[in-house]
């Protein structure tokens, strides 16, 4: 069967990456599809994403100027509650991880999915939030990622208030803590912590409409300090050195070998240490990142890596006969690896709706979102992005471009009900699940 073509844009460039192909989707999940998208109600939505772009804009302008550090993202929370119990959802509320949530409950029958974006940023306090504009773009931190992603959701909410959509399953808006940096993914941890009765999960980043993340990267991040006695360079030679212990950790660590596939990956990001050129060290700090799109290779990195550390402190021991060097090895952070296959549920829904919007979905390999951790708990999940174009993430420069952005909440729209259902209209594609234990 054909999908109906709803809409058209300009697609945004791209660097080179490794796409999958096309899940095979059965002929009955087409059909519930395509019942959908010739649901008058659905074809009402659309039309009020696109003239709600101006809305979404200002939204996004409102949130941004609103700082949300790492671990200091409660003042653009209690805002965006605010939003949320405005546009009239249930049970609006700021959970104990700052977490900002509301719900658009179903008929009560269907799968519990969420919808989230992140308030967190990685821009420290005092960072200079004014919006610049420039030959049609907007200039600021966190202009993109993820505050665009805010503004999505509550363009989605508005549409589903416009249009009264009877979804058969229940839909969970979120802003998140903790996405960015060290945050470790706090925000999603606690969701799932709290509610073991989570069916499917949907993560709104990254700007371009027609990129699906379906697998997570995991990353293991590790704090590592070396002590020592410390002494005079030339008065004190022959005690340990808490620098000389980091840089054999470092040179082990260097020579160790993964695998290209999954891919996998390792670096020591940060050291520091010492007070003076004429002094023994006895103090260093290093930080070491590894990755891996599977959990079992990344543990296996990680494992090489700690035993390096130690035998490099051993070995510094041992030239100068001493015990005297220490090491503090500590987990910074913790994102969990995890695969599924092309034809889960929310994948399914994403290629579906991205097809119907006129553009090709590109399925990207493993990516760190807030997705990750639904993904290890074999939860169907999957990264959209916001739509628009973007650029810069990350620095002051950051810039977003609004040009058709629309599209990103018309694809989100029709994936959210895709896996929801509507009552009436389609199944829920997304099934419910037993809660977890």
Not at 64 to 81: C, D, L, M, S
Not at 344 to 351: G, I, K, L, S
Request: with cysteine; charged share 25%.
């Amino acid at each position: 069967m054909k999908i109906v073509r709803l809409a058209c844009c300009v697609s945004a460039a791209f660097t080179l990456h490794a796409y999958a192909a096309e899940p095979a989707i059965a002929p009955a999940t087409r059909a519930a599809f395509e019942a959908i998208t010739a649901d008058p109600l659905v074809k009402r939505g659309l039309e009020f994403l696109k003239a709600d772009d101006a809305n979404t804009l200002a939204d996004q302008k409102a949130l941004v100027v609103i700082p949300a550090p790492p671990f200091k993202e409660q003042a653009r929370a209690e805002n965006f509650r605010a939003r949320l119990a405005a546009l009239g959802l249930k049970d609006v509320r700021i959970d104990k991880e700052s977490n900002a949530i509301g719900v658009r409950p179903g008929s009560g029958n269907g799968p519990k999915l969420v919808v989230a974006a992140h308030l967190d940023t990685v821009f420290p306090e005092g960072t200079d939030l004014t919006i610049k504009e420039k030959d049609g773009k907007l200039y600021a931190p966190s202009i993109g990622d993820d505050t665009r992603g805010l503004a999505d959701l509550l363009s989605l909410i508005r549409a589903f208030n416009a249009t009264d959509v009877k979804t058969t399953g229940d839909i969970i808006f979120v802003g998140n803590v903790g996405e960015e940096g060290l945050g470790d993914l706090r925000g999603v941890k606690a969701l799932f912590r709290d509610d073991k009765s989570i069916d499917g999960f949907i993560s709104i980043d990254g700007a371009e409409p027609e990129r699906i993340t379906y697998l997570a990267t995991g990353s293991h991040r590790y704090r590592v300090h070396f002590k020592g006695p410390g002494g005079h360079s030339f008065g004190a030679f022959g005690l340990p050195s808490a620098i000389h212990a980091m840089g054999r950790a470092i040179a082990k660590i260097g020579d160790l070998q993964t695998p290209a596939k999954p891919k996998t990956t390792f670096t020591v990001g940060t050291v520091q240490g010492g007070t003076s050129v004429n002094a023994i060290a006895g103090d260093a700090e290093m930080e070491v990142d590894m990755r891996s799109d599977d959990n079992k290779p990344l543990l296996e990195i990680e494992a090489k890596i700690l035993q390096a550390i130690k035998n490099a402190v051993a070995e510094e021991n041992a030239r100068w006969k001493s015990d005297r060097i220490t090491v503090d090895i500590k987990l910074v952070s913790d994102r969990p690896a995890g695969v599924q296959p092309l034809e889960t549920p929310t994948v399914q829904a994403a290629f579906l709706a991205t097809h119907a919007l006129g553009l090709k979905p590109m399925a990207e390999g493993g990516s760190s979102t807030d997705s990750n951790l639904p993904i290890s708990l074999g939860v169907p999940a999957v990264t959209l992005g916001r739509g628009g174009k973007g650029g810069a993430n990350h620095s002051l420069g950051e810039w977003w471009d609004p040009t058709n952005a629309y599209i990103g909440p018309q694809r989100q729209f029709l994936t959210v009900l895709t896996l929801v259902g509507i009552e009436g209209v389609a199944k829920p594609l997304l099934p419910k699940r037993p809660p977890r234990q």
